[in-house]
Every structure is written in C-alpha cells, then in structure tokens.
C-alpha cells in the first residue's frame, strides 16, 4: 500500500551549482503526482505516507525546495506555459499569492476549503494547510531562567542589559535568502510598534541573519547562539520535544501565526490528484497526520500527547491572512528599501560560526 524511497535523493538544479534539492517517492502506483515544497522532507514524509495509503494508485514524488527556489520554478513554469508540479506547497505565503494573483494556479472547488477561516483561504484556488507560530527559541541550559523574553519588550530589554552575553549570539531568519524569513519580518514591521526598537537591539547585539529553521535550532542547542527570534514554531517544538536544550516561547505581546499555503499550477498535469491531496489534509485524517507532524500547533492543554502544544493566550495570536495585502510587501521599492534597512542593521552570516 505505501513504500518511501529508501534513501533520499540529492539532486543538482538548474540554478546554481551549489544549491541542491532533496526528493523523495511515495508509493509504487502507476499514476504520477509530483509535490513541490518547502516543508522538510523527514517532517513532511509520514502525512504524504498516509495520504499514499488511501492512493495505492499513485506514486507520490515529493521535491524539498527553498520557498524563493520554489517560487521562482513554479512563476518560470507558469510563464513558460509548461508543466512542472502538480502541486505547490510553501511558508511563503506572500510568494503564493503572488502566483495566484499571476494567474499561475486554477480554481479548487472543494467544501472543505469554504470551511476553512476566511484568512486561510482565497478564490477557491490557496488554501492554507497548517497553523504554525513564529517563536522564540532560546537554549535552556545557558539562558537563565530569569532572561527567557516573554515577549518583545522583554528581548529588547535583555539585549540592553546584557550587551556582553548575548553580543553576536542572537540569530534570525536571512530575509534576503529566506522568503519566510521575510514574510514574518515584514509583518513585524506591520504589526508591532516595538519594530524600530528591536532592529536598534539586534543591532547593538550583533545580531545574526542566516539560514535555516533547522540549522538555526541546532546552533541553538550547541549554544552558538543562545536565542533565535521568529523561528517556525513547528519544527521548534518538534525539536524541543526530544531535545532539553530547546525551550520554546510564543511572545505574549503578539504571535504571528502562518499557514503553509497550497495551490495547483494553472498546467499541472495531474491536477485531480492534487485536488485529492488538498482534501486529505483538510479532512480530519489529514488534520491529525499533520497535527502529528507538529504542523498544526496547538496552545494550551491537549488530550493527545503527539500533537504540538504551546502555552499562549489565544488574544495574542496573529494568523497572516491569504489576502492581496500580502502583495504589499512584494513591491519592488517597497521590498528594496526594507530589505537595505535589514541589512544594514544585520550581521548576514553565509555559514553558522
């Protein structure tokens, strides 16, 4: 019924040399769905195992991309007019509007989706899958108890206090490398009238910008950095789960929270499997494989231990809507002057110290 490849597969792209995408296959039917997305595989692979279980028709191929890598294939494709995935799935849910609005994806007509809330959803044709924090991550072995930021105020407070312990040990998301990374920059700016300060913070502490969730948590945990602001608080939590090392905190003044927004491209050549694929995971089945997963967070107290929890008062969660207003942020001038300001401001590293 289900088979994942025995190993993965590191495959050389058209880009530059240096980037490599990772792939796996699902399955052993004799129809194709090809899956593109920015969800790591070993996180992303048992869902797509248990959607393969009700699909022994299909072999699932499922490609790991950066969400500006997978943007940019999915916007040639659809320019180019040509096929490439079946189905597009990414954290950058600015770059996913973006295509929908292109014209890049064709309409799903599905009642689950009309079920979803109003800001995960948009023209039948995005549909947002997961609900995912952006946190702060902080190593629980070299952070005292009496540091840990409970929100912003709290870290800019710190990093003026304690300029000499945490001076170039504070990280963040490279937001020129990084589409996520911009997204929920881009909303803080938006958002949170502390934005000004806390750049000036980052900028006294050194404060580091580099790639990625993974990377960023085990830097954490090694204690080469002792903070780590806005990471994705499913991977985190995910981590934090068998590692002592990570604590995990939703900032009490504001949590952003994103949904890894799915679309299927105008010339996909399997289009009603990937439809099938978006109804799975907005089915109950598909909820708790990704709640599993640690994909869907939960705050608060839960009754099933595998499912991701995090103490948070659900007033100060901030879901980004799938809207046109995400557009904003996208605008050549707008996103030229943002980002020169990010940069001057952080200590962009290409490799973790």
Known sequence: MRRAAAALVALALAAPAAAQQAAVTVGTGSGELVVEGSTDIAVFLPVLEAFAATRPDLAIHYVELGTNELFARTAEACAAGVAQADLVISSAMDLQVKLVNDGCAQPHETEAGRLLPDWAHWRDELFGLTYEPAVIVYNRELVPRDEVPATRFDLIDLLRARPARYHGRVATYDIEASGLGYLFAFADAQQATTFGRLLEAFERADAVATCCSAELIDAVAEGRYLIAYNLLGSYALARAAGDPRIGVVAPADYTLV????????????????????????????????????????????????????????????????????????????????????????????????
């Open 258 to 353: 994103l949904s890894r927004a799915a679309l299927v491209p105008r010339q996909a050549r399997n289009p009603a499997a990937a439809k099938a694929l978006i109804d799975f995971l907005l089915a109950p089945e598909g909820r708790f494989r990704l709640a599993q997963a640690a994909l869907i967070v939960s705050f608060g107290e839960t009754d099933d231990p595998a499912t991701a929890t995090l103490a948070g008062a659900p007033s100060a969660l901030r879901p980004i809507a799938l809207t046109p207003a995400l557009l904003v942020g996208l605008d050549r001038q707008k996103r030229a002057l943002f980002t020169a300001l990010w940069r001057s401001i952080m200590a962009s590293r290409d490799d973790l110290p």
